[in-house]
């Protein structure tokens, strides 16, 4: 077992040289200069050079390359272009919410999930396990955007059940912090 741990652990490397390998190459695919795009369409000569010293855009492109995997091996993501911080700062200012998204997320569908599939593998073709499949039919086919409106439109706005767009810290409210998740989750 620990020997096939040991292989896979051991495939993940080129694989993930590949892959950003490939992450560095789309990045450089989008036409026109990164520096000029970045400043926008009435920057000065100056500006653009400034940009271009400060990415590194006038090294060779293996060099650009290796110095971006060696920062990204040192967990240095660079700066926002937008607020000038650290992307791993703005990165970890919301990882509590992500996180706590996907966790809610994950319990609701076992706990809806599981019992309904249990419930209609205990008789298949039954009335049940045809309902629940025209229901999972239905929710893949549609947007996911639109039922997602739908839902607010239910729960929030006429129901009045469910709050919108906030999110409460766990050791807060625990209560309000679960209440508020229920409709993005």
Same mark, same amino acid.
């Given at each position: 077992m620990l020997k096939f741990?040991?292989?896979r652990c051991l495939m993940a490397v080129p694989i993930l040289l590949i892959v950003s390998t490939i992450t560095f190459s789309l990045v450089l695919a989008i036409p026109g200069d990164p520096a000029s795009r970045i400043a926008g369409d009435h920057a000065t000569p100056e500006r653009l050079q400034a940009i271009r010293d400060q990415l590194g855009l006038e090294q060779s492109l293996a060099t650009q390359y290796f110095s971006w995997l060696n920062d990204l091996l040192h967990a240095d993501l660079g700066t926002s272009l937008i607020t000038?911080?650290?992307?791993?700062?703005?990165?970890?200012?919301?990882?509590?919410?992500t996180l706590s998204l996907a966790v809610v997320s994950l319990l609701m569908g076992a706990v809806v999930g599981i019992p309904l599939g249990v419930a209609a593998a205990r008789r298949?073709? /039954?009335?049940?396990?045809?309902?629940?499949?025209? /229901?999972?039919?239905?929710?893949?086919?549609?947007?996911?955007?639109w039922l997602a409106l739908l839902a607010l439109y239910l729960f929030s706005l006429? $129901?009045?059940?469910?709050?919108? /767009?906030?999110?409460?810290?766990? $050791?807060?409210d625990p209560l309000g912090w679960f209440e508020n998740l229920l409709m993005p989750a």
């Open positions: 741990m040991a292989r000038q911080t650290p992307v791993l700062q703005e990165i970890t200012s919301r990882i509590e919410v298949p073709g /039954g009335v049940l396990d045809r309902l629940l499949q025209i /229901g999972a039919a239905m929710g893949i086919a549609m947007p996911t955007y006429k $129901l009045n059940v469910l709050p919108i /767009g906030q999110y409460v810290p766990l $050791l807060e």
